[in-house]
């Protein structure tokens, strides 16, 4: 019996769980710029930058156009989707001055009170269904970016 594990197979099984996107080394690749522009938000100049002409300083930085319209639009999933880590993008919705609750339940679908209602009763349940494949292959609807 072979120990070898292809680690490309064993990452791509992270992407069938229902809304979840483990933050690995190749999406961590795809959202450097992004990242490293959500963090220029930490010092007040770059937010006032930012906020006086949002897509000015966007094209300051290398990142794809993709990137740069899910910014505009705050697509917290697309973000996330593209690259993104959830403790960068906090630096965009800070600045927007939504706390992590407000922001974090707009990708949800949820509503502020029922994101935190959910939190507070100990998040989401682990029953149901566990794998985007299997939901598919049963008729379901869920989809990578719900939560």
Do not use: C
Not at 84 to 108: C, E, P, R
Request: aromatic letters at 10%.
């Amino acid at each position: 019996m072979s120990t070898d594990i292809d680690i490309h197979e064993y990452l791509a099984e992270f992407d069938d769980i229902p809304g979840t996107r483990v933050y690995t080394a190749a999406r961590a690749r795809k959202g450097y710029h992004l990242n490293q522009f959500a963090m220029s938000l930490m010092k007040a100049e770059n937010r006032d930058r930012f906020k006086a002409d949002e897509r000015a300083y966007l094209d300051e930085w290398p990142m794809t156009e993709a990137q740069k319209q899910a910014v505009l639009d705050r697509d917290y999933n697309r973000l996330l989707d593209l690259g993104g880590n959830i403790y960068f993008m906090a630096k965009i919705f800070s600045s927007d001055g939504l706390s992590f609750v407000q922001a974090v339940s707009t990708m949800t679908g949820m509503s502020v009170e029922d994101y935190q209602a959910m939190m507070v009763a100990g998040g989401r349940s682990p029953e149901g269904v566990r794998s985007i494949k299997a939901n598919a292959a049963a008729g379901g609807t869920v989809e990578k970016g719900t939560r």
